[in-house]
């Protein structure tokens, strides 16, 4: 499975941002695709994931209600819609696809793609 995130950018507090994860590979459809970020001088930690089926979808407690995860399936890639931006979700945003139960650690996922980086300014 390869996957490539994009889409960061610098926004301001408030401001929405939308990354777009393009994933390419075999049986997709058993694989659950999750956003994890990494802040600066912080361990990983898991932000969002969602099935292939769009039938399993869970969030961090930090982003409940702010961000979205979906699908969508003419253009293979997982989005994930962040609205009310704030400082703290700074953070190099990465893909990562798990063929486990959950997916909802870092520890869980085997494949990953390269990070982008989102600031938010105050």
């Known amino acids: 499975v390869q996957l490539q995130a994009s889409g960061g950018g610098l926004v301001q507090t408030g401001d929405s941002l939308r990354l777009s994860c393009a994933i390419s590979?075999?049986?997709?459809?058993?694989?659950?695709v999750g956003w994890i970020r990494q802040a600066p001088g912080k361990e990983r930690e898991f932000v969002a994931v969602?099935?292939?089926?769009?039938?399993?979808?869970y969030y961090a407690e930090p982003v409940k209600g702010r961000f979205t995860i979906s699908r969508d399936n003419a253009k293979n890639t997982v989005n994930l819609q962040m609205n009310s931006l704030a400082p703290e979700d700074t953070a190099v945003y990465y893909c990562?696809?798990?063929?486990?139960?959950?997916?909802?650690?870092?520890?869980?996922?085997?494949?990953w793609g390269q990070g982008t980086q989102v600031t938010v300014s105050s």
């Open positions: 590979g075999r049986s997709l459809n058993s694989y659950k």
């Open positions: 969602l099935s292939w089926s769009s039938t399993f979808k």
């Open positions: 990562a696809a798990t063929q486990r139960t959950y997916g909802l650690s870092r520890s869980d996922y085997d494949y």
